[in-house]
């Protein structure tokens, strides 16, 4: 009779252990009811708030969650909003993911665009930094391009910013910083604005995201004769959308299925023709390894 009493006491000791323990774990997860979403801004944030609408009603739908926009003012503001908890779900670019990772682990890549060919990007989940300059101006060179202006776009820019430093700056300049060719340096705050300083005659050159130019010219306001394209990158892998990982597993299967489903939403087909872009395909964080050498470089070169 003791032994079954030592038994059974024995035997509820573990189940409060265990569900002790389960309870721990799932303590660590959060499941919100409403999801933020935001993203780094390249453009127009209105106007691609407004071209997200089906994408966001297509996530509601999926996970069952209301879902919130986030306003970002700049690239820092988004990561902030991220590391804070003020935001679940964003789209960054290849450099700032790589700087909210390093901030947050648990800010993860999950997925990224397919882009269809345009009038500079190459198909796949990719895209260049490209050197701009307005056909008909004097600037028709990178060698006449010395004491000019130049736009960078954002100092936590990809396109925009890192890879003009790193790979122009090491390929072109032989490791000379840009400030020391360029006459001055300016950032524009977007590619679209860098595109349409250049076309102005405002900025005498420009680093632009070839697939953001493209966009400028999907929307009229260029067109791709206006322009010399002085300089190309290699391929840069393409923007990361992400998630917090503490969201429940369920949570984010569920956001991670909205987008790679996207393709097959009717609804959804209009924004993705404008991202010039087929579907969304599964990314994950090494991808962006390459994007990892590159802010090392540039940190070892002081810039």
Not at 179 to 203: C, I
Not at 220 to 237: A, M, Q, Y
Not at 259 to 277: G, Q, R, W, Y
Request: glycine fraction near 6%; charged fraction near 25%.
């Amino acid at each position: 009779m003791k032994r079954k009493k030592l038994l059974i006491m024995l035997i509820g000791f573990l189940l409060v252990v265990c569900l002790g323990i389960s309870l721990a774990a799932t303590a660590k997860y959060r499941d919100p009811e409403t999801l933020t979403f935001s993203m780094v801004p390249a453009e127009a944030v209105e106007k691609e708030i407004t071209l997200y609408k089906p994408v966001i009603q297509y996530l509601e739908k999926v996970t069952g969650k209301k879902i919130d926009f986030y306003m970002p003012t700049n690239r820092a503001s988004v990561i902030e909003a991220m590391v804070n908890r003020w935001v679940d779900i964003a789209v960054f670019g290849p450099y700032s993911y790589v700087m909210a990772h390093e901030l947050d682990p648990h800010i993860v890549v999950f997925a990224t665009y397919a882009k269809r060919p345009g009038p500079l990007t190459k198909e796949g989940p990719g895209y260049q930094s490209v050197l701009i300059t307005k056909k008909g101006s004097k600037f028709t060179t990178i060698e006449s391009l010395k004491g000019a202006i130049l736009a960078l776009t954002d100092p936590a820019s990809t396109s925009g910013n890192l890879v003009p430093r790193v790979i122009f700056g090491k390929e072109v300049l032989h490791g000379k910083p840009l400030e020391d060719y360029f006459g001055k340096v300016v950032y524009s705050g977007g590619h679209d604005l860098s595109t349409l300083a250049v076309r102005d005659g405002r900025v005498d050159a420009a680093f632009v995201a070839s697939h953001r130019f493209d966009n400028v010219i999907y929307r009229g306001l260029v067109k791709k004769e206006d322009f010399n394209f002085l300089w190309f990158s290699p391929v840069i892998p393409g923007d990361p959308f992400c998630y917090l990982t503490d969201l429940t597993p369920e949570l984010r299967e569920k956001i991670k299925h909205t987008f790679l489903t996207l393709h097959e939403i009717p609804e959804c087909k209009k924004f993705l023709d404008n991202v010039a872009s087929s579907k969304f395909v599964e990314m994950k964080d090494s991808d962006y390894d390459i994007i990892r050498e590159l802010k090392e470089a540039k940190e070892k070169m002081g810039l």
